[in-house]
């Protein structure tokens, strides 16, 4: 079941909506102060933070610890300072980075024979933080048994490595997102980092009105995939699209409605899936799921996937993809930082922004993180003065603040408990259809995902991902 919401925003100095179209009127301009660190604060203890750690979060590419017993990474999720690594297992660990002898850090230690050995006194540990020797102790004592190193529980599935870190009897299903259970060579992935809180960058990608502006371009079409070419003629024939929000179990989604030509409607249904994943509409495939997972309160890991459900990526996919004109920045090499950042403002020429772009910055990710993080590593939301084309972020905020004090309180997330929720697809259609609630129970099938025959790729299918890395590498080559 789901629940439409229609919401209009005023000033607190304007009378509320009024008539029969008026489904609800909230007389909200800001976020309070209060509200706003609840919603941005990730690290231990903190209510937002306790929501995520319910959820499998991708945390890492696999080619980060592409072999058993290769050297281990460092890792800092939901403010933990964690190292990574593969042992000779092939099992995943994650671990507290300091060594609970005296604190030395993991990331120097020596993967092997199944374990991660500190190289301060020796003492090794197994994925799940079992501390399984000590030659810096007497043998015929057992304190090695007495001591264990905090560990989450990591899997590789679909393409990233997860990692849960929340209570171990409360450890959910992975969320069975449609990429997820693709051949490799259907889908295409990356990340970067973000400077700024996850909440920022989740909320432009549920921004469907500012695409007819930040993203208005005359880029050629060739520079683009063949979807955001097409929507970005739609986007800016109607600048000023109605949107209308649809609660669900797993989040929400949400519709804008752009007027069209012979009395019909543009139509953009974008998923909204807890606690921080966005599937973004496109005309035609392949589309593009991001999730926005925070480092800590003021930066964040940005893991995308752009895929065709239908059929193997072609070249002519993967061109636009791999550009950074796309999804996706490029990435200053070795890191996963993009190339294009505040320190160099981002590329911008005020030359294209005269004659080409309405932002002089090359590239729909690059506009993207340029404005987000122009409002600072947390926005001040109290200062804000939000107008009709934000109803799908209102509507974000409030679900996650729900969802934080009602776990607090003692219910857990539904979402968190059932992977199967996850299997949804957005909406990109021209339609006469004038209502959000019409149009999803008509296109009810091409909203969740299809049936799918021969082999499922499940979690550490590790063969699988092959094929796609020949394919980008013969593009960047």
Known sequence: MTKKLDVNYHSAHQSPASGKDAVATLEIIMLKREDNELVTRVGPGTLMGDLFRRFWLPALLPNELPNPDCPPVRLRLLGEDLIAFRDSNDRIGILHEHCPHRRASLFYGRNEDCGLRCVYHGWKFDVDGNCVDQPSEPPETNFKHKVRQVSYPAREWGGFIWVYMGPTEEMPELPNLEWAMLPANQRWQAKWLYEANYAQGIEGELDSCHTGFLHDTSTPATDLTAGMAKASEYWAADKAPALTVAQTDYGYYYGSRRNYPGGQ???????????????????????????????????????NTSYNPEAPLT??????????????????????????????????????????????????????????????????????HLGTSDVAIIAMRRRMLDAAK????????????????????????????????TLAATHSDRMRIAARSGKSVGPGDRDAEKPAEKQIQSLTN
């Open 265 to 303: 409607y543009y139509w953009r249904v974008t998923q909204w899936l807890l606690p921080c994943f966005a599937i973004i509409p496109m005309p035609t495939w392949p589309i593009s799921c991001r999730a926005y997972v925070p480092v800590d309160d003021e930066t964040t890991l940005v893991f």
């Open 315 to 384: 070249e002519a996919d993967l061109k636009p993809l791999v550009s950074g004109l796309g999804p996706a920045p490029k990435l200053i090499p070795g890191t996963f930082s993009p190339a294009l950042n505040a320190r160099n403002s981002y590329g911008i020429d005020r030359e294209v922004q005269r004659r080409r772009n309405f932002t002089g910055i090359e590239g729909i990710n690059n506009q993207d993180r340029a404005i987000v993080e122009s409002m600072g590593p947390i926005c001040d939301r109290w200062n804000e």
């Open 406 to 437: 009602s776990l607090n309180a003692g219910s857990s997330p539904k979402a968190a408990r059932d992977g199967s929720l996850y299997q949804v697809r957005p909406l990109d259609i021209i339609a006469p259809i004038a209502d959000l609630q």
